[in-house]
């Protein structure tokens, strides 16, 4: 079980890792919503996050051990909700989602045999790209079945609601295989400033 510690806000490359800190919870599950990312999207969110950042506005999923474990019988719902026509994508939050990698893993791969890229998805993270880039080989597993990236690390001095899709201007949203690609970050082209 992960032991309670002040951790930095930087965490070095490797520092933080899924298999040392996910318990492999979710916060919850919201099917049909129209606020996390482009479209009809079903959310899923993990539970655990190290980053802490002040004003979060989901505080409660940065526990580990917050909401209850993830369960075949989840995923199976997340799965026939998707096959619904309306539905674009799924969206992947938090908590840290790149700190669950064997739940969003898991999730990813299974939607890509189920659906292919007929269905997009989203996640958020507070690590920014640069960090990613350096990360382990679940991190850049799971970046490598997104579409699209919500980077960087929530910060309250830059908190702004009218930017589409983030909460502080900060945060970029990364077209992902685009990025991966080229090797440069490449903006969502859909990005409404």
Not at 24 to 46: I, T
Request: glycine content about 8%; charged content about 25%; overall charge negative.
């Amino acid at each position: 079980m992960p032991e309670k510690r002040k951790l930095p806000n930087n965490p070095k490359p490797g520092e933080w890792t899924a298999e040392q800190y996910s318990l492999q919870y979710v916060a919850s599950y919201k099917p049909f919503n129209f606020v996390d990312g482009e479209g009809v999207r079903c959310s899923l969110y993990v539970s655990g996050c190290n980053f802490n950042c002040p004003g979060c506005y989901n505080k409660a999923a940065q526990n580990f051990h917050y909401g209850k474990p993830y369960t075949q019988e989840l995923e199976d719902q997340i799965i026939k909700d998707m096959s619904q026509s309306y539905v674009q994508g799924l969206t992947l939050l938090g908590g840290e989602p790149f700190l669950n990698t064997q739940v969003c893993i898991r999730l990813c791969k299974r939607i890509r045999a189920e659906f292919g890229h007929d269905k997009d998805i989203w996640s958020w993270t507070g690590y920014k790209w640069d960090e990613l880039m350096q990360e382990t080989p679940d991190k850049l597993e799971l970046l490598s079945l997104l579409d699209i990236l919500v980077d960087g690390r929530f910060l309250e001095a830059e908190k702004d609601l009218t930017l589409q899709f983030r909460g502080s201007a900060n945060q970029r949203i990364i077209d992902v295989p685009e990025s991966l690609r080229t090797g440069d970050v490449v903006i969502w082209k859909d990005l409404v400033r």
